[in-house]
C-alpha cells in the first residue's frame, strides 16, 4: 500500500475516535450533559432539606427556650389539654 493511500485512512480514523471521545466517551460532552442535570438535581435536594433543617433547629431552640412549643405538641400530638379546660371532639360527616 502506497504512503498516499493510508495516512488520509489514518487521519480519518484518528478524527472519528477523537470525535468519539468528545460526544460519547466518559468526559466528553453527553457525560458532562448529565453530569451538570445531576448537579442541579442534588443543588434542589440540599435547599429542600436546608429549609427543612432549618425549621427543625428553630423547633428545637423553641423547646429548650420555653414551655410553649411542648404544649402546643402537647395540644396537637396528644390530645392533651389543661387542667379546668372542656375538650370538645367535632365530628365532621
Keep these: 500500500m502506497k504512503a498516499q493511500t493510508w495516512i ?25 450533559l448529565r453530569l451538570r442535570a445531576q448537579l442541579e438535581h442534588e443543588r434542589s435536594d440540599v435547599e429542600r432539606l436546608r429549609a ?29 389539654v389543661r387542667q379546668g379546660e372542656t375538650f370538645y371532639l367535632v365530628v365532621h360527616r
Design 52 to 80: 427543612r433543617n432549618a425549621a427543625l433547629d428553630a423547633g428545637v431552640r423553641n423547646l429548650k427556650s420555653g414551655l410553649d412549643e411542648i404544649e402546643i405538641r402537647a395540644r396537637e400530638s396528644l390530645g392533651m
Design 8 to 32: 488520509p485512512a489514518l487521519l480519518v480514523a484518528m478524527l472519528v475516535a477523537l470525535q468519539y471521545r468528545l460526544w460519547v466517551a466518559d468526559g466528553g460532552i453527553a457525560h458532562t
